[in-house]
């Protein structure tokens, strides 16, 4: 019994983290319909803001998350106009090859201007060290990293489903021509989307980083990992991929604690198996 | 005409062997990707060692051509080294940070008349795949023995090992287990993770449940051991007092200022610390560190490059520039000198360096800096891993 | 003479929606039915119902006498039951020929084929030109379908149709989106079709359905009020309440 | 207009040989840059090589994602699967006939086709990206597993492949490989051609542009996409045997996403669905990954990206397919 909420208390941290970070690639996949693969640079870029601000300014923690967002979004913005909005529509294809290039590009800047060591984001001495729950010690920044995706999880669905914006978005996103017809600046609204999964990638790398460590690579390290669960929650969908991260942290803890040698396996066969009975995820967005 | 362009390329070949000032050495590293770092430290290494012998031995001139195979890659590995061979007309390879790179160019050495000096990749039987490997880096076994050792000296009986689910995670675990079992402990159970762990938790619970007393780990340097460590505070294991034991390859210099003090207390055995306490260390450190730019990216494969570079010029002194690859190794075999890591030797029948192997201890300087103390020898190891694969 | 096509109390609904209530009707060699009704009907569920891209709650499909009722839609087109579809469908980068041909060699079953070319094949080729000439396709035979014309698109339909040689086939409203001034077009492409076909058409364009229909059904609330011919149509009273409206007093007066 | 005129227009219209032709010249320009590189790059013989290699693996892709539509980043699953079948076949079971050696991982592609077709055709879209890597880990995985057999990540080494046919000896300079190489891409590339403009082909095709037009036709969609894919895999297959003849080496990165992905890349950089942008697309990545990294390894990442972003902005269907298009336009343009 203890095993099972062991496991489970890690399956449910694991799971939150990898929620914080994917769930902007859920916004520019599902939404957008863009295959952003470059997400994990943005990721990255939130990362390194927050760890210079931090460590090597010495600033607050807090303050440097918010930073690392905002001056993600910064960078994101001209990407988002030269760029990004050039694939809108475009096949997949072409969507995939531009946006690695970004990610090469991003992790060969990253490589030059912070070197290739591991960078850290210094926490707050209240997230450091371990937690005592009784039957074991949990990380306290694992806590915060469950509280940050109740809370992002709770604020997207608000935004997306409950307001203005959020009806613009997904008219936009559903009939962009009729959209504009209706007096909706979808180019405003695709802008504006963007600049938040950018936002939110950012937040998921500082909040990530002490499981998934801040280095020029992390862009392309993870992206298979962050593309899996948006997919198999269903592109778009905030509970699907909620649910996919749970599912999928409970399904990969578990294999490792049971398992090891064969976590790889385990973890991508019930991949298989999943997508095989939801073809189009698990709570997904009929094209 | 087939055998005329035969003729002229023997001929381009044989001039350059003949009349050469310049004596080319193509290096074969990670220059970019995910272990750039290690390319890196390649150079480093050998910019210090150029840095304060000189370019010239005699008549000769050295370039070193630098080749990048960012992951592990074999037939990438082969082709630039046959690149290297033929169309730049290198006289000597060197470099190699992973395994599988290595292996595969050795089969090219003795038509190519050229030896290879391999600067890090640890797998014990590369050495034995061509007569004209020679290596200045360790092997796993050589660094994760004595370990096993240290921890039964220390009163362990029950160890666990921790491993990555790939070549060098296998050879460690081998060496800890087998010299562990044979200096009278046990090891209560033997953990194999896939190389892409991102979250350790379930791993710590794992080795917290097993009743060991300490837990041996071997993980790839980089991203993962940050991961991995901190996982090893945060479930408690470090207050439950179970001993943290590990080759060096963990706390590597580049990643202690990212791992701090999550690391302090770490056992560790490695052939060779920055914190290394020689003349010639101190000498070598602040070469490779003006090498290298950034003194804190600096880690072990610039002190195996280093050697390489020694070994290598050792060579050329020994042909006179002339190209013979056999008369070259046989130069070096036997061969010892005092490296920045301490007293070492070129073992005459494995080409494989002997050295002291160290056990370190993490602590944290005045200055807020992180290193690895030394603080007992292992001396004149030679690799266990070729007599184990008997 | 027995009936090619058979439909038996085909029964469809969605989620305690009735779309298709009991719907029978049989085909012979050579009709000409068209199947008409208001919007929502259950015009396409029947299509699809009976082509077997949507599985019935109950009720047969037959096919001279055959039950292909477990068929899936690959086969039932094998069994002679083709389909066009409302909204066209045609490879865009392909030329009308290819497309002709590839149906051809489908029909023939040598679009497995992995060398040679259906140029070599002197009676696809033969045929296929054949069946271009037809419709009047053949000026535009080498260019890829996106680059001709919309109406032009729609004979294409009718041609792939022709070269898979039904027994019976179901037209999906084959003038929809053409400009009216070319529903001519496609009338003369309907006269090109064999006589021993049986053909289920359905149409808005009332004009074409009058020209072309021998027999006409009235699907309203996924059930049939009406089987008779055009000239009865237009007189019954459930079909004018139920949908006809004033177009009915129209052609009447016409 | 009559019947003979009409017949006329048709084969003016669309004249049957004009197809051919450009495929003659095709396989003659390969033979002519063959034998090119052969003299102008005499020492580059093992880079030109490794573009065979990899140009087969792009060339198979092309085949299931140019010409099917299948989006798939594991592709390099077939390559794999061939080479490491190859090099168990020599290393193992003392197999170290070439020929044999390269028929052999034929076979083990088109069997590891035939599987990762049944599994990837399951999803559409970003399912099937995601089916494909779950495909691609679970075989590297595999290979990394069996290392008794595949010596795991420490790469299959200690392949010695004979003579080919008893004569030609793989040398130091790479000139048998090279040209081992060669007739196995002229001799697969022709097939190919020969493949792309059959009836299966054309079908596939069809597949790409509306499957359920095709399936409206009578044809079974997954059946002919898994018949394409263990021919792509048998391609991949000789892709992989052939690197493992010429470079007498395997290693786990033959099995791997990354260079699943290279592929991919390098496909849509050339241009999908005709055969030639994946050899175009192959080169010129190969080569300026091969240039820029040796003129400067630190910083070459970026400037492959930006030439991944450029020829997205600028030519927008890869290199050779918007050549394609431009050339149609200028040549349209005149008339």
Known sequence: MQVFFSIAVDALAYGMVLFVISIGLSVTMGLMRVV?????????????????????????????????????????????????????????????????????????????????????????????????????????????????????????????????????????????AMAAALGVRTKIVYAASFALAVGLAAFGGVIGAELLPVEPYYALRYMVTFLVVVSVGGAGSIPGALIACLLLGAIDTTGRYLVPEYGEFFFYLAVIAIVWIFPRGLLGRAK | MKKLILAAAAAVLISGAAYADVIKIGVVGPISGPFAIQGKNFKAGIDAYIATHGDKIGEDTIEILYRDVPQADPAQAKALAQELVVKEGVQYLAGFYFTPDAMAVTPLLQQANVPLVVMNAATSAIVTKSPYVVRTSFTTWQTSAPMAKIARERGIEKAITVVSDYGPGVDAENAFKSTFEKEGGSVVESIRMPLSTNDFSPVMQRVRNSGAQAVFAFLPSGPTTLGFVKAYNENGLKDAGI??????????????????????????????????????????????????????????????????????????????????AQKAVDAVKGLSWESPRGPVSIDPETRHITQNIYLREVAKRDDGTYYNKEIKTFEKQPDPGLAAAK | MSAIFQVDRLKKSFGGLDVTRDVSL???????????????????????????????????????????????????????????????????????????????????????????????????????????????????????????????????????????????????????????SDTYLIENALKQLPDDLAVLMIEHDMDLVFRFAKRVIVLAAGEIIFDGSPRDVTQDARVREAYLGSYAHASSAA | MSVTEVSNDITDAFPLRRGWQRDLIGVGIIIIAAIAGYFLFPNNLALLTRIIAILLLVLSLDLVTGYCGVATLGHAALFGAGAYAAGIAAVTFGMTEPLSMVAI???????????????????????????????????????????????????????????????????????????????????????????????FGMLCRGIRQDPVRVSAMGASVKASLIKMYVISGAVAGVGGAFNAVSTQVVGLDSLSFTNSAEALVMLVLGGTGSLYGAFVGTIVFVWFEDIVSAANPFHWLTIVGALLIAVVLFAPKGLYGTAVTLVERYGRGRK
């Open chain 1, 36 to 176: 952003n693969l470059a997400h994990g640079a943005f990721a990255m870029i939130g990362g390194y803001i927050a760890s210079y601000a931090a460590r090597d300014l010495g600033l607050a923690y807090g303050f440097a998350v918010i930073l690392a967002v905002v001056g993600t979004i910064i960078i994101a913005i001209p990407l988002e106009r030269f760029l990004y909005r050039r694939i809108y529509g475009a096949p997949e294809l072409t969507q995939v090859l531009m946006t690695i290039g970004i990610t090469f590009c991003v992790i060969g800047i990253a490589n030059y201007v912070f070197g290739p060591t591991l960078k850290t984001i210094p926490l707050p001495a209240e997230l450091q060290g371990p937690v005592n729950l009784g039957f074991r010690s949990i990380a306290a920044h694992k806590i915060f990293a469950i509280g940050c995706g109740i809370a992002v999880a709770l604020g997207l669905w608000y935004l997306i489903e409950r307001t203005s914006f959020g009806v613009k978005l997904r008219a936009s996103v559903d009939n962009t």
């Open chain 2, 243 to 324: 001993q943290f034991l590990a080759p060096g390859d963990l706390t590597q210099e580049s990643d202690l200022p990212a791992i701090g003090d999550s690391a302090v207390g770490i056992l560790t055995t490695f052939h060779y610390s920055l914190a290394h306490d020689s003349p010639e260390n101190r000498a070598f450190v602040e070469a490779a560190q003006k090498a290298i730019g950034n003194p804190a990216e600096l880690s072990f494969p610039s002190v195996g490059a280093y050697d390489g570079m020694h070994v290598i010029y050792k060579m050329i002194e020994a042909t006179g520039g002339e190209q013979d």
């Open chain 3, 26 to 180: 049989s085909m012979e060699k050579g009709d000409r039915i068209a199947l008409i009704g208001p919007n929502g009907a259950g015009k396409t569920t029947f299509v699809n119902l009976v082509t077997g891209h949507l599985r019935p709650n109950s009720g047969r499909v037959l096919m001279g006498g055959e039950d292909i009722s477990r068929f899936n839609p690959m086969k039932r087109v094998r069994a002679g039951l083709v389909r066009s579809f409302q909204v066209t469908r045609v490879f865009a980068e392909m030329t009308p020929e290819e497309h002709v041909a590839l149906a051809i060699l489908q029909r023939e079953g040598k679009s497995g084929r992995m060398a040679g070319s259906y140029h070599a094949l002197p009676e696809v080729m033969r045929e296929t030109r054949a069946i271009l000439e037809t419709l009047n396709l053949v000026a535009l035979a080498g260019i890829p379908v996106s680059e001709i014309a919309y109406g032009q698109q729609r004979l294409l339909e009718i041609a792939l149709a022709m070269a898979l040689r039904p027994k019976v086939l179901l037209l999906d409203e084959p003038a929809a989106g053409v400009p009216h």
């Open chain 4, 105 to 199: 991982g034929a076979l083990a592609g088109a069997v590891a086709g035939l599987v990762s077709g049944v599994v990837i055709l399951r999803g559409h879209g970003l399912a099937q990206l995601v089916l494909s890597i779950a495909v691609i880990h679970l075989f590297h995985e595999a290979a990394n597993k069996a290392s008794a057999y595949t010596g795991g990540s420490d790469g299959l080494s200690g392949i010695a492949p004979d003579p080919i046919l008893g004569l030609f000896a793989f040398d130091l300079w790479g000139r048998t490989a090279y040209v081992f190489g060669i007739l196995l891409l002229v001799i697969i590339f022709a097939v190919l051609r020969i493949l792309v403009r059959s009836p």
